[in-house]
């Protein structure tokens, strides 16, 4: 199978992690979306990044349905828990991270200056509100869901890497000690390391 999206992408570095943990070989093909050569459109519609191409030829998109499918396809080791609950809960990491990796890019990105002036201000809150949630939720444990590392923690430690990176004059450590402490372990794990943006 292949993988198509760029390095500095926070959502393809999601599925590279994932791909990582669970030891799928994949090969990475660096494709922009929206180049006029782009391969991307032809196995997204929406032409967006990720898209992960099967061997059969279909386009798997986006990260969300992407790593669903990773999952059912190499179940172990697990990465999303079957209990319903449980599941509700990891899931709901992945939605915090992917808010905060969204607000992130409407913010870096300077998306649509006709915006009302206080536009930027409401996606800062999201950020800051999500970050707030989720030093609360991870509380004292190491991991954060359960005993054991998830897709919940794929998700705090892709979103809080590409903050730093996008919009580094935030300082969120100071208040937020225990997601600081667990961003710096996730960013020792293998599958982290091998996927640190080149650029
Ligand atoms: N919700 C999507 C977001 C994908 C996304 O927005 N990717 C960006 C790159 S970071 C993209 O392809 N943007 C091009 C565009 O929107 O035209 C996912 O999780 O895969």
Known sequence: MKLLGVDRSP?????????EEKGIAYE???ARPSVPESPVPQFNPLAKIPVLVTDSGKGVYDSKVIVEYLE????DPGLIPQEIEARMEVRRWEALGDGVADATV???HDYDRRQPDDWHQRQRLKIDRALVAME????????????RFSLADIAAGYALAYLDAAL?????RNAHPRLAKLTTRLAQRESFRRTVPAT
């Open 11 to 19: 959502y393809v570095r999601k599925v590279r992690i994932v791909l």
């Open 168 to 172: 580094p004059k935030i300082e969120w």
């Open 72 to 75: 059912a396809l190499k179940p």
């Open 106 to 108: 409407l913010i870096s």
């Open 136 to 147: 609360a939720e991870l509380g004292e444990r190491e991991y954060c869901h359960g005993e």
């Open 28 to 30: 990475y093909v660096q």
